[in-house]
């Protein structure tokens, strides 16, 4: 992937689920999905997910109304007394950091701090394939965790 089409990912997704104003959603595309979109020139960029605290999503990147990139993802937190809306508190302002630290720009950065939650991804590969696994853990204690895979769709 070139830079043109990396730096429109990360704008993108700093402007569909991470920002929280929901400017970006969408009507549903499947029954029950939350779809976000956003789109700028040739390029298009769609992220589709079902669920709340137990989510599994799909995000692809169009060029020319191609698809040309995509990220398949499952994310469930592991504290039951934790609702949806607490977890995007620390998630979106993670995710909101993307494209702002050395790991490629599929998620957020390599750690951050939200007072007491600690937010990492680590990730192999790059972006024409590669799989992480997100974190956020309250002191200490692990209470969320996403997997995500994808790369360059041919």
């Not at 799989?131 to 041919?154: A, M, P, Q, W």
Request: charged share 30%; aromatic share 12%; hydrophobic share 35%.
């Amino acid at each position: 992937m070139n830079d043109v089409l990396i730096n429109f990912l990360i704008e993108a997704k700093k402007n569909t689920y991470a920002d929280e104003t929901g400017r970006s959603k969408v009507s549903s595309s499947r029954k029950e999905s939350v779809d976000f979109e956003y789109q700028k020139d040739n390029m298009m960029y769609h992220d589709t997910f079902f669920g709340g605290v137990n989510f599994m999503g799909c995000e692809v990147l169009y060029l020319d109304d191609k698809v040309i990139w995509g990220m398949n993802y499952y994310g469930n937190t592991l504290d039951d007394s934790l609702s949806e809306e607490a977890m995007d508190k620390v998630l979106r302002p993670a995710l909101m950091q993307v494209g702002e630290s050395d790991v490629i720009p599929v998620r957020g950065p390599k750690n951050f701090d939200n007072g007491e939650y600690h937010y990492s991804f680590k990730v192999e590969g790059n972006m024409e394939n590669f799989s992480g696994i997100e974190e956020i853990k309250k002191d200490d204690k692990l209470i969320y965790r996403l997997v995500c895979t994808g790369g360059v769709i041919k």
